[in-house]
């Protein structure tokens, strides 16, 4: 996904050369500046011969307003970095165990499940609301924790990287999600759930803090995430194109990210053609809900491109393949769609290579936002493999919520 079009990156370019159901019903973004808004311009042409921009502008307000998504809300919650940056979370508590039916506690001896919490981390340029439908089909079932990753969502800007520059690592991500852990789930097993960047950071949480995961871990899932090697995608790009852009991209996000003012102008002028850019890199199939794609416009809208450019070179230097061993003996998940151009599906099947155990779910036709885009397919394995984790009793459901189809009504 794209943080902005080919007229800003020229804008800005020149501006620095210038100035210097129930349970079974249930990338690295920025790295195509430029060339990837090219490829998308054509389809966008042909909508502006046919819609105007007022009409356009009205359409996107009526999404918004309308859609239910990303209004999730639960109680509040800071945690604190090591270096001060200041961690935003929210806590959906699960309802009285006793709220369960006599027949469903006979399943389990007698006995309740673990009182277990399910912690969800997001991607770049995303925020905790990326997990809306998994959120509504788990509440109440079971405690879950959502956070927004520094300079993301509600979090606040990275101390670090404001006062000291220093830059931002994987590594750093599993330590924040560390403090979160320790703000918000201070003791009982846990979960982890993560996305794309969310699953580098759980992968960090465990490289850093084995002890963590051996003694309070009791399942994992990995969804449209890599261990590394993210320095070989392609993007979906022609040979020429895949050159050009890692030969120019580390220079010309450093200028995006100087220009910040300049460029975020550029990214309302151009919000068409940078619609397009997230659609191609976010979903593959076609008939997704426009609410749900525009929910995910504004979530990756709302990423200042300081903060773009400030994660982007973490990604090419993420390698945690040897943390993976750390999940070993764990009920683990490994899902991915198949069509995904930022974390290519052959990533997972690496990570699912050397965890012989975990459930490997390649989804037809879904792209980078498979939680989004095929959210039933995601709830049903997260089900399965909570129940596997002993988190819920395998007798429990969860009501459907919303679809990506556009033939239905979300609610």
């Known amino acids: 996904m794209s943080e902005t079009s080919a007229e800003a990156v020229v804008s800005a370019a020149s501006a620095t050369a210038s100035s210097a159901g129930n349970w079974r019903k249930a990338g690295v973004a ?17 909508e502006r011969l ?24 639960g109680t509040p919650g800071k945690a604190y970095a090591d270096d001060g940056t200041e961690l935003y979370y929210e806590v959906d508590e699960a309802e009285p165990q006793a709220a369960l039916a006599p027949r469903r506690r006979r399943l389990f001896g007698r006995k309740a499940p673990a009182p277990v919490t399910v912690v969800f981390s997001h991607g770049y340029c995303l925020s905790q609301d990326s997990w809306h439908f998994q959120r509504a089909a788990l509440r109440g079932v079971v405690r879950t924790v959502h956070w927004d990753q520094r300079s993301h969502g509600r979090s606040g800007r990275g101390v670090a990287q404001l006062e000291d520059r220093t830059p931002v690592t994987i590594d750093q991500l599993g330590r924040d999600l560390l403090a979160v852990i320790e703000a918000a789930v201070p003791e009982g097993p846990i979960v982890l759930v993560g996305h794309s960047m969310g699953g580098m950071t759980v992968m960090a949480l465990a490289e850093q803090f084995p002890e963590l995961i051996r003694d309070r871990v009791v399942g994992v899932a990995l969804v449209g995430t890599s261990s590394g090697r993210l320095g070989e995608v392609n993007f979906g790009l022609p040979v020429a194109g895949v050159a050009a852009v890692r030969r120019v991209l580390p220079g010309v996000l450093k200028a995006l990210g100087q220009q910040a003012a300049l460029v975020e102008r550029g990214r309302r002028a151009t ?6 850019v997230i659609k191609r890199y976010s979903f593959a199939s076609r008939d997704v809900d426009p609410a749900v794609v525009r ?4 979530m990756i809208e709302g990423t200042p491109i300081d903060v773009v450019a400030e994660f ?8 945690k393949t040897a ?11 490994v899902l991915a769609g198949v069509k995904d151009l930022v974390t290519p599906s052959e990533h997972s099947e690496a990570i699912a290579d050397l965890l012989p155990d975990a459930e490997l779910v390649l989804v037809p036709d879904a792209g980078h936002l498979v939680m989004l885009e095929h959210p039933e397919v995601v709830i049903d394995r997260l089900a ?5 984790a002993g988190a819920v009793p395998a007798g429990a459901t969860v009501g459907p919520y919303g679809s990506t189809s556009s033939s239905a009504q979300p609610g």
Not at 50 to 73: C, E, F, H, I
Not at 271 to 276: E, I, M, R, T
């Open 50 to 73: 046919t819609v105007g921009r007022g009409m356009r502008k009205k359409a996107r307000l009526a999404l918004d307003s309308t859609g239910p998504y990303g209004g999730l809300r």
């Open 312 to 319: 982007y070179p973490a990604f090419t230097e993420h390698d």
């Open 30 to 46: 920025g790295a195509a500046i430029g060339v990837v808004a090219a490829g998308a311009a054509a389809g966008v042409a042909i």
């Open 323 to 333: 943390a993976l061993a750390r999940f070993a003996g764990l009920p683990v998940l």
């Open 295 to 298: 929910f995910a416009e504004r």
């Open 271 to 276: 919000a068409d053609l940078f619609a397009g």
């Open 384 to 388: 399965d493999l909570l129940v596997r």
